[in-house]
């Protein structure tokens, strides 16, 4: 599967962007979905993933109550809202694909895990 990820760009502090990643190549609805970001100098972190049907979802504790993560798999899509940004928020993201079966939050948290990555897009909060 191909995945293209964008909707980056620059805000201010407190700021709301919507990050879409469309897929293509294979069945969306086979892959649980991911969200990850790598900022300078970081190791690349797991942000949001939600379920091959939706209907579960799982935040990193620094994306509670501030992100929301979607999918549409009639478009092949998968959406990340964040609001209420910070520059701590600040790095590229990326979408990815895994094509397990389980919901094991310790491996679907994991990077190493995702089969496929789209190409990141930049998300730049100033204070």
């Known amino acids: 599967v191909q995945l293209q990820a964008s909707g980056g760009g620059s805000v201010q502090a407190g700021g709301s962007l919507r990050l879409s990643c469309v897929a293509s190549?294979?069945?969306?609805?086979?892959?649980?979905m991911g969200w990850f970001r790598q900022a300078p100098g970081k190791e690349r972190e797991f942000v949001a993933v939600i379920s091959r049907g939706g209907g579960n979802t799982y935040y990193a504790d620094s994306a509670k109550g501030r992100f929301t993560i979607s999918r549409d798999n009639a478009k092949n899509t998968v959406n990340l809202q964040m609001n209420s940004l910070t520059p701590e928020d600040t790095a590229v993201y990326y979408c990815a694909a895994e094509s397990t079966v389980w919901w094991h939050i310790a491996s679907i948290t994991t990077a190493r895990k995702y089969d496929y990555w789209g190409q990141g897009t930049q998300v730049t909060v100033s204070s």
């Open positions: 190549g294979s069945t969306f609805n086979n892959y649980i």
